[in-house]
T-cell receptor, first 111, second 115 residues
Framework: QKEVEQNSGPLSVPEGAIASLNCTYSDRGSQSFFWYRQYSGKSPELIMSIYSNGDKEDGRFTAQLNKASQYVSLLIRDSQPSDSATYLCAFIYNAGNMLTFGGGTRLMVKP | EAQVTQNPRYLITVTGKKLTVTCSQNMNHEYMSWYRQDPGLGLRQIYYSMNVEVTDKGDVPEGYKVSRKEKRNFPLILESPSPNQTSLYFC??????????????FGPGTRLTVT
């Protein structure tokens, strides 16, 4: 069984702060990692993907991947109340045929 | 508008009464998948299909069936629903299953309650 571990939260940060979300995974063979955002009652939407070690930046979002430590994180700079949602990390396994999700971390950004 | 649609969005049914949740995409995607989402467990993959007439089990296939007779449609069938299948169900599709880019587009979800 492939596993993805996330702290369920809630993670509470003040508006304008940096939110740091973390995820560990069990499959050393996985090559592709994703962060999805899910607002309450809505479907998940992809916000970041990362495939190689290091950092990948997209606007206020930075994904960090460390394959040796089997660790992926998401940093949200200048957090806004609209960022309040559940963030799901996921990775591909089974030769790209399947996607495993973590349980999600609920982020609350307080004005 | 490119989208994945699911019907119904909400369903309350009784144990043992067969039901089908439909899923359709208009993006000519090869890959389609069904997930269920339960509190604290995240999204778990039920079945997936890599193309027409090609389906395979995900992590939690027990109690479910699927078919892929047309590229755009991927219905989820519960032959004899039980209360432990009460959940939020998502259909998703992506252009291809294998590749560097693997963005899945999710449908709006179907909330199923089995009493």
């Amino acid at each position: 069984q492939k596993e993805v571990e996330q702290n369920s939260g809630p993670l509470s940060v003040p508006e304008g702060a940096i939110a740091s979300l973390n995820c560990t995974y069990s499959d050393r063979g996985s090559q592709s990692f994703f962060w999805y955002r899910q607002y309450s009652g809505k479907s998940p939407e992809l916000i970041m993907s990362i495939y190689s070690n290091g950092d990948k930046e997209d606007g206020r979002f930075t994904a960090q991947l460390n394959k040796a430590s089997q660790y992926v994180s998401l940093l949200i700079r200048d957090s806004q109340p609209s960022d309040s949602a559940t963030y799901l990390c996921a990775f591909i396994y089974n030769a790209g045929n399947m996607l495993t999700f973590g349980g999600g971390t609920r982020l609350m950004v307080k004005p | 508008e490119a989208q994945v649609t699911q019907n119904p969005r909400y369903l309350i049914t009784v144990t043992g009464k067969k039901l089908t949740v439909t899923c359709s995409q208009n993006m000519n995607h090869e890959y389609m998948s069904w997930y269920r989402q339960d509190p604290g467990l995240g999204l778990r993959q039920i079945y997936y299909s890599m193309n027409v007439e090609v389906t395979d089990k995900g992590d939690v296939p027990e109690g479910y069936k699927v078919s892929r007779k047309e590229k755009r449609n991927f219905p989820l069938i519960l032959e004899s629903p039980s209360p432990n299948q009460t959940s939020l169900y998502f259909c998703a599709s992506s252009l291809r299953a294998i590749g560097v880019t693997y963005e899945q587009y999710f449908g709006p979800g179907t909330r199923l309650t089995v009493t």
